[in-house]
């Protein structure tokens, strides 16, 4: 799955806004559901996705201001 495809999944599947501590789980489930079960291969997806994430989507995250 690739980084936008990994956003946009987990953007389908909110249901208003959230935590970004929330919204960084979410991206962490899609990945281990996907087979990386490996902690290097995840966080070297998670971190940019998550990042991404903030740009793609502020709006969803009910914390912050998200002036980046």
Same mark, same amino acid.
């Given at each position: 799955?690739?980084?936008? =495809?990994?956003?946009?999944? +987990?953007?389908?599947?909110?249901?208003?806004?959230?935590?970004?501590? =929330?919204? +960084?789980?979410?991206?962490?489930?899609?990945? +281990?559901? =996907?087979?990386?079960?490996?902690?290097?291969?995840?966080?070297?997806?998670? =971190?940019?996705?998550?990042?991404?994430? +903030?740009?793609?989507?502020?709006?969803?995250?009910?914390?912050?201001?998200?002036?980046?």
């Amino acid at each position: 799955m690739t980084q936008k =495809e990994l956003i946009d999944k +987990v953007h389908g599947e909110m249901s208003g806004k959230a935590p970004f501590a =929330e919204i +960084v789980h979410r991206i962490a489930k899609a990945i +281990v559901q =996907e087979g990386d079960t490996n902690f290097c291969t995840m966080f070297a997806k998670l =971190e940019p996705a998550s990042s991404a994430y +903030v740009y793609a989507h502020p709006e969803d995250i009910s914390d912050g201001p998200w002036d980046i």
